[in-house]
């Protein structure tokens, strides 16, 4: 089992839905998870950064992270064309167990339809 | 947020040959990273840059053929040796957000995009 999975979709979706990406993870030692965007030809760029379970939301985008199924989530409220992306989950542990690499998910690719 | 660069931004190269990665960040940051990004795969980290000590590697990948320099604290380059089509992939440096640690989070440049012939 990978430790992180994420469907890599493609996701099509018509403006204005509410975008849903997951991710599973299997290593119960995560506790720091980000969400980054990656435009075609671009680096990924960090969009939302949690810690440990709960919501975070920032703007249109809200965070989730449930440690007791090992699933985080990214919603997208009131998508645009813009948000057309790639969308990758990354988790590492504590730091407390020093610096541990960010594991990251395949990815998933969204398209928004104006 | 950091400001990365990357040169050259992409390159096609022939099988055999070497070609080095500069990443270039606009302040100074301890830890660098190398990642490679393969169609259909996950961002995989090659390793870790601490400025005035060797580069950590992760397992699979290994000092002679990915040697990386770090001589300063805004600088580090990758290098790709004795190419082969799987080295086909994007390379991506990355360096450690606010806290100093890569548990806070990583900022990425924009990728260099290599093809072997």
């Known amino acids: 089992q990978k430790e992180v999975e994420q469907d890599p979709g493609p996701l099509s979706v018509p403006e204005g839905a509410i975008v849903s990406l997951n991710c599973t993870y299997s290593?119960?030692?995560?506790?720091?998870f980000m969400w980054y965007r990656q435009y075609s030809r671009k680096g990924p760029e960090l969009l939302m950064y949690?810690?440990?379970?709960g919501n975070k939301e920032d703007g249109r985008f809200t965070a989730q992270v449930d440690k007791s199924s090992k699933y985080i989530s990214l919603f997208i409220r009131d998508s645009q064309p813009s948000d057309s992306a790639t969308y990758l989950c990354?988790?590492?542990?504590?730091?407390?167990?020093?610096?541990?690499?960010?594991?990251f998910g395949k990815g998933t690719r969204l398209s928004v339809i104006a | 947020s950091a400001v990365i660069s990357q040169k050259p931004s992409r390159d096609i190269c022939q099988r055999g040959t070497s070609l080095t990665i500069q990443c270039q960040v606009d302040?100074?940051?301890?830890?660098m990273f190398w990642y490679r990004q393969q169609p259909g795969q996950s961002l995989t980290l090659i390793a870790t840059?601490?400025?005035?000590?060797?580069?950590?590697?992760e397992s699979g990948f290994v000092i002679d053929k990915f040697p990386i320099s770090r001589p300063n604290l805004t600088f580090s380059t990758l290098t790709v040796s004795n190419m082969s089509p799987e080295d086909s992939s994007i390379y991506l440096c990355?360096?450690?957000?606010?806290?100093?640690?890569?548990?806070?989070?990583?900022?990425f440049g924009p990728g260099t995009r290599l093809t072997v012939l």
């Open positions: 290593n119960s030692a995560f506790q720091y």
């Open positions: 949690t810690y440990s379970s």
């Open positions: 302040s100074q940051v301890t830890m």
């Open positions: 990355s360096v450690e957000g606010r806290g100093g640690t890569s548990t806070d989070t990583q900022y």
């Open positions: 990354a988790m590492t542990g504590s730091v407390l167990s020093g610096n541990t690499p960010l594991v």
């Open positions: 840059a601490n400025q005035g000590s060797e580069a950590t590697y």
